[in-house]
């Protein structure tokens, strides 16, 4: 099994703090949220809680997550760095791109790509984004990105974007890109990442919850004729994790579990302490 943790902390002492000590604390990678915009009231409903209501205050300050990876790149050497999740369709898909292939060099082949299509109908209406066809957008930007990362004259056409004529570097460190992995625990979150992704990303409010998500995700999985199974990560779980729910988890088929962070960045720098000689040195 490997751990992960969430990297919450904004500034840059704190930031710095949180991630090496998860490096040294044996977590195999850091995973950071995101939004671009938050409303103070919102009608969408957050479909990965039963109270429909995410858990960020509006005031939250969340840091883009290409640049704050960048930065932790650069003051760790070993642990991976992830999206947790990325929000594909409201941004634009060649500078998104670029942006994954900067940061998977830049970091020496350690990022790992978490993308969703977004929830919050309010985000996409304050920064000019259709909110209607993002599902579609979303399949479309991945194919095209596919397509600048791997193709040396890159050659697509969507109804959304379309690229042909152009060259597009630096390429990606790792073949053929770095893993995508589709957050998620809706049907039709589900059905993509079954379809689109390397891996799959849920938010678990509890154990016997995750484990019907998971049982649905496999009967998509089979029904679209996979032949490589989805890495599963599980993230948030509310109760402190016990040795027998890592055995669950893994008899489920999870690959990673993210561990939450504590309420401080000092309290978090001892959770994993903890973790980390309780669970991680042990396995």
Not at 18 to 26: L, M, P, S
Not at 266 to 277: V, Y
Request: hydrophobic residues 40%.
């Amino acid at each position: 099994m490997k751990f992960g943790t969430f990297l919450y902390q904004t500034s840059p002492n704190s930031i710095g703090a949180v991630a090496r000590k998860a490096e040294e604390c044996g977590f195999e990678s850091l995973w950071i949220p995101e939004h671009i915009i938050l409303p103070v009231t919102y009608k969408s409903p957050y479909p990965y809680s039963s109270s429909g209501r995410m858990g960020a205050p509006p005031e939250s300050p969340l840091h883009d997550p290409m640049l704050a990876l960048a930065y932790v790149a650069g003051i760790t050497s070993k642990i991976r760095l992830a999206t947790g999740v990325f929000v594909l369709p409201i941004r634009n898909a060649f500078t998104t791109a670029k942006a994954v292939a900067s940061l998977d060099v830049l970091s020496g082949r350690r990022f790992i790509f978490g993308v969703g299509i977004g929830w919050l109908e309010e985000e996409f209406t304050a920064v000019g984004m259709n909110f209607k066809d993002r599902a579609m957008r979303t399949r479309e930007y991945l194919a095209l990105m596919k397509e600048l990362w791997t193709s040396d004259s890159p050659n697509y056409h969507g109804k959304s974007v379309a690229v042909e004529g152009f060259k597009f570097m630096p390429k990606p460190a790792q073949k053929p890109h770095p893993p995508i992995v589709f957050g998620g625990n809706t049907e039709p979150s589900l059905k993509r990442a079954a379809k689109l992704g390397d891996g799959w990303y849920g938010i678990a409010e509890s154990t016997e919850q995750i484990g019907a998500t998971i049982k649905r995700l496999h009967e998509h999985e089979r029904a679209v004729g996979r032949t490589v199974p989805l890495e599963l990560t599980v993230s948030r779980l509310r109760e402190q994790l016990k040795p027998e729910q890592i055995e669950q988890f893994a008899e489920m088929g999870v690959s990673r579990i993210i561990v939450g962070p504590g309420a401080s960045t000092r309290e978090h720098i001892a959770s994993m302490e903890k973790f980390g000689a309780e669970v991680i040195s042990r396995q």
